[in-house]
């Protein structure tokens, strides 16, 4: 691993650099703030499941008493306790100890690029286990940089540990085995590309 690999590697693992660069990096997640509140059911009473929820980042747009964060990461977790309302698990997304239709609405946001085919079928089967009839997810992943011109959007994409930063095609393939696609959408958050979709169990 080269070193700035490493330094970003470092960055990532301390839950305030992380959301700050992240935040820098995406214009405040003005983008990614709006589609949640677009496509998620907001403050509704409605059961939000975050998988791969880092540090919390997007927690405060739920009501804390239903939703519900998951991530591998211990020191992100630890962050988010302290920091968000909400309930916050250490799990594997493709795993989560949670009882079949436990929530209304899932949320998975920039993890299916760190996962291999394999893992992000597990982890898509879950969400999908997890969600009640007619339950929906939003998933927004990572894909390669659309203009030539963003240079720091490629020089990124190379340094950061997102080995499977997947073109829409292939993301659709992976959904469509699972559930169907209701709504997509290619947009740019900040310097970062994205391919979302609304799936609905
Ligand atoms: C790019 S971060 C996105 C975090 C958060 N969704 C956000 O946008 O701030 C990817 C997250 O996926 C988590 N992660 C990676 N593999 C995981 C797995 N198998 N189960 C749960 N979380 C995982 C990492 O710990 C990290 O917090």
């Known amino acids: 691993m080269g070193l700035l690999a490493k330094v970003v590697e470092r960055v990532s693992d301390h839950p305030v650099l992380f959301i700050f660069c992240r935040s820098l990096l995406e214009n405040d997640f003005r983008a990614i703030r709006a589609m949640i509140r677009r496509d998620l059911r907001v403050g509704q009473g409605l059961r939000t499941l975050d998988l791969g929820c880092g540090p919390g980042a997007f ?3 739920f009501d804390g008493d239903d939703y519900v964060g998951a991530d591998l990461n211990a020191r992100y977790i630890d962050h988010a306790r302290r920091h968000r309302k909400g309930t916050f698990l250490v799990s ?7 009882p ?3 929530f209304d609405q899932v949320l998975i946001f920039g993890l299916l690029h760190h996962l291999s085919d394999l ?3 597990a982890v898509l089967a879950e ?5 009640v009839p007619g339950g929906r997810i ?3 992943e990572d894909i390669p940089a659309i203009s ?7 020089l990124i994409h190379n340094i950061e540990n997102g080995e499977y930063i997947r073109p829409p095609d292939e993301y659709r393939k ?10 997509e959408e290619v947009l740019q958050s900040g310097i970062c590309d994205y391919y979302a979709a609304v799936l609905v169990k």
């Open 138 to 140: 939003l998933v927004i």
């Open 119 to 121: 893992d992000a079928r």
């Open 127 to 131: 969400a999908r286990r997890l969600l």
């Open 92 to 98: 594997d997304a493709r795993s989560v100890d949670l």
């Open 100 to 102: 079949d239709g436990r």
């Open 148 to 154: 030539k011109l963003n240079l720091i959007g490629h």
């Open 174 to 183: 992976l959904y469509s085995e699972n559930v169907s696609i209701a709504r």
């Open 59 to 61: 927690a405060d747009l």
